[in-house]
């Protein structure tokens, strides 16, 4: 229900396309920039954190945590203490959603459920912690790919900027040739 199409609509209205067109505007007086470090590692934890209710001023701490979650196995200390900061930071917005539900994503978790039950705090938590490292990691990674390949293929980028019918084509043979 949370990802019903009203709300994906919403999103792109709201959230997706001014996120994409503020990084953007950033780095067009430049002329030049490093797409990933300005653009492509920004972009998705901005959108997961707009969708989660998440203050776009905390979108780079929220990088931080993900990136510390997802090197978890690699040093555990260093990735639990992040994913208990992710739930100590994100337990007032869902107490609030809690206490009063506002039509946002993260009032719809918290109120959804279930074979007739609502998630429990843990299973909140665990979404959470899920969808906000994995939706970035996997995402900025994606468009790296695809940028890199339309990039080291002007001809093939000429095409798409004619016709944007290819794009889906376009994601789901980047997809194909080089997944996250």
Partial sequence: KAFRA???????ETLVGPAIDRLLDAIA???RADLVASVT??????VIC????????DAAQFARWAEQINTGPLFPEQGMAASQ????YLRPLVEARRA???GDFLSDLVHEEVDGEQLTDSKIYGFLRLLLPAGAETTFRVMGNCLYALLSHPDD???VYADRELLAEVIEETLRWETS
């Fill in 157 to 159: 980028l000429a095409r």
């Fill in 29 to 31: 007086p430049l002329g």
């Fill in 50 to 57: 707009g969708i989660a209710g998440v203050p776009l001023e």
């Fill in 6 to 12: 009203s709300q994906l609509e919403r999103w792109d």
């Fill in 100 to 102: 009063e539900a506002n």
């Fill in 41 to 46: 590692s920004l972009y998705p934890v901005q």
């Fill in 85 to 88: 900061a992710m739930v100590d």
